[in-house]
């Protein structure tokens, strides 16, 4: 599978084991969120008890023995704690290959209680490169911390601006939250927080159920829970309305640790009448739909491009 957001100039890493090479990209992965984390932090962490642990460092104990006794294709069935680590990482590495991983992203996931929210943060940014935007940061010290929105961005292809923000539902005992209800899906709030941020342009806003076992064909309560919440701000909140809301549920994290979670799901709402209009509304949607499509992909051998090429030039006939 190409992938269109490599940079211009190569981008080097080493090995936080010098003495082990890497045979496959989840080797890679393993570690480059190693080094990214820091060694000393991660070693700290596992110093802990199990239970005391941040989720990166249980996602590494539950984790790597499952993607170590896979066979040479161990993608077929990785447990849960290995595709939360091995997504974790790819999304980083998305952003630092685009020169675009500050400081303040690797602080905040090392934090345990804010984990939650900077994780599902770091995959709206991820997305948000691999559709074919450049993101702008907001201001972490410009004072309006919590009044801003996540950050300002521009579709490379259309060159149309928007403003995102990411929330995502707090349940206790996950992803390091200390509280919340996991049957309880209550949304309306996270949707108003989000309309509360100062904008003054076409709005963005991505929404995680953050649920365990939600199914298109089987969970459909639960989906028109999530669309009647949805049209709760569009009748309280008619003057103000963002341009698209895109709800997930990635629950990779509730994998059992010998089995693959469930399905992700993902689905966007469009209101009618938005605050502000957006040019090229269908070339944005499109691109962000896609991305969100091909999240599950990770790449299975270092040269996969060219090798994908080199199978598509034997196949063709002259």
């Known amino acids: 599978m190409g992938v269109e957001w490599w940079p211009s100039e190569p981008v080097f890493f080493t090995s936080d084991d010098p003495k082990q090479d890497w045979e496959k990209p989840s ?60 997504h974790l990482a790819y999304d980083l590495f998305v952003l630092e290959h685009e020169g675009n991983l500050p400081d303040f992203i690797l602080e905040r996931l090392r934090n345990g209680p ?10 709206v940014f991820a997305t948000l490169i691999r559709a074919g935007f450049d993101i702008e940061y907001s201001d972490e010290k410009s004072g309006l911390n919590g009044r801003v929105p996540e950050c300002k961005i521009t579709h490379r292809k259309t060159k149309q601006q928007l403003y995102v923000e990411a929330k995502t539902r707090n349940i206790k005992n996950v992803l390091g939250s ?23 342009g076409p709005y ?33 909140h008619a003057n103000s309305l963002p341009n698209i809301v895109c709800f997930t549920n990635i629950p990779f994290h509730y994998g059992a640790d010998d089995s693959s979670p469930e399905q992700s799901l993902f689905g966007f709402m469009l209101p009618r009448y938005p605050k502000y209009k957006l040019n090229d509304i269908d070339s944005i949607f499109e691109a962000i739909n896609s991305s969100i499509g091909k999240y599950h992909f990770l790449p299975k051998e270092f040269n996969e491009a060219d090798t994908h090429a080199n199978t598509m030039l034997d196949n063709t006939k002259i």
């Open 27 to 86: 080797d890679f992965l393993v570690s480059y969120l190693k080094s990214k984390l820091g060694l000393e932090w991660l070693s700290d962490q596992f110093n802990k008890d199990y239970r005391s642990r941040h989720e990166v460092a249980k996602w590494y104990t539950k984790g790597i023995p499952n993607i170590e006794e896979g066979s040479s294709d161990i993608w077929q069935k990785p447990n849960g704690k290995a595709l939360a680590l091995l």
């Open 114 to 123: 804010n984990f939650n929210g900077a994780r599902y943060e770091l995959f």
């Open 178 to 200: 200390t509280q919340g209800k996991s049957k309880k899906i209550r949304l309306y709030g996270k949707l108003k927080d989000a309309l509360d941020k100062d904008v003054d």
């Open 204 to 236: 963005l806003i991505f929404v995680d159920v953050n649920h365990p076992n939600i199914k298109a064909k089987r969970g459909k309560d639960d989906l028109e829970k999530i669309r009647s919440e949805y049209k709760k701000l569009e009748k309280i």
